[in-house]
């Protein structure tokens, strides 16, 4: 009787220690979301031409281009950052954002859409940002995400790519294959040699390829290719997530996914498991590199994996 009294209260006492840990979770959840305390999330803009900046904070890097015909924002990180976000832009013009372009749907890039869409941006992303943006999704692992506000959501979207005239530039939006997710689209500003690649490059560290998203490890690498098609030795290149980045680390960059992806591929042909094929260190001469961020080897891995393996 007494164990059992004892089991009643260790059960007790796990239930609440898992009450407990839900409720922390929940009250942590904007922190998690951030990464960071937003208090303590420093904007910091780096300028790369006359008028155009990237901008770090927390979630994706920003791209800005300002001018006499609007001020254009590429992504909008996290809701709690939009104010920070436009204190700093007023240091550099008096014009709120016109246009805020969207590299792709997640909320590391479009949190704050709702914010800036109330001082009167016209946001506009891929056709799938847009159906991604305006209903429920189901994601991996169970998760859901809701419809945003509907003043969150792109009010133009396009296909395969559209064109903006503006402060004698002309700038193109091209989504020309899935890879990080399927409404990927890179920013390109040609008469500056600067591009925003969105997610579609991860600086410095192994890709997320988001495939609950319809994301694709060998359509990324078309992209990467489309994108060092368009890129000299004197282009800007902003990632999504990492430093200022450039031709050459680009190239790498592409290098390294080719290798790996090639690597698990040849192994599950010789019909290794996944815990194998992981042990086999697939990565091993890119780890000093790459296995910094958020996505580390095994996880990289984990996902050419998973995206090879489907429908088989
Ligand atoms: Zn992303």
Redesign the pocket.
């Known amino acids: 009787m007494i164990i059992i009294l004892h089991l009643y209260d260790l059960t007790i006492h796990l239930q609440n220690e898992i009450k407990m840990r839900i409720l922390l979770f929940f009250l942590l959840i904007p922190v998690l979301l951030l990464g960071q305390d937003p208090d303590k999330v420093e904007i910091i803009p780096q300028k790369l031409t006359d008028n155009i900046y990237m901008i770090k904070g927390s979630g994706?890097n920003l791209g800005l281009m300002i001018g006499p015909e609007g001020t254009l924002l590429i992504d909008s990180q996290f809701a709690p950052l939009s104010e920070k976000i436009k204190t700093t832009i007023k240091t550099l013009t008096d014009s709120p954002v016109k246009y805020l372009l969207n590299t792709?749907w997640?909320g590391?890039?479009t949190g704050g859409n709702e914010n800036f869409a109330k001082d009167g941006a016209l946001i506009i992303a891929h056709d799938n940002v847009y159906k991604r943006k305006s209903t429920d999704q189901i994601r991996p692992f169970g998760r859901s995400t809701d419809a945003a506000p509907k003043l969150a959501q792109p009010v133009i979207s396009f296909n395969d790519h559209l064109s903006m005239h503006i402060n004698g530039e002309n700038i193109m939006m091209l989504h020309d294959h899935v890879g990080?997710?399927d409404g990927d689209a890179i920013v390109y500003f040609p008469e500056s040699n600067v591009i925003h690649m969105?997610?579609t490059y991860f600086q410095g560290k192994y890709p997320?390829i988001?495939l609950g998203s319809g994301g694709d490890v060998e359509s990324l690498l078309k992209s990467l290719n489309r994108t060092l098609f368009l890129c000299d030795d004197e282009t800007q290149i902003i990632p999504?997530h990492g430093n200022l980045s450039n031709r050459g680390e680009l190239k790498n960059y592409r290098d390294m996914i080719q290798e790996v992806f090639t690597r698990v591929k040849q192994a599950m042909g010789a019909g290794l498991s996944l815990v194998e094929i992981q042990n086999s260190n697939p990565t091993k001469n890119f780890d000093e590199v790459y296995d910094g961020g958020f996505i580390k080897k095994d996880k990289f891995v984990e996902i050419i994996f998973k995206n090879l393996d489907k429908g088989e």
Do not use: F, K, L
């Open positions: 994706g792709h997640h590391d890039h990080h997710t969105g997610d997320y988001d999504g």
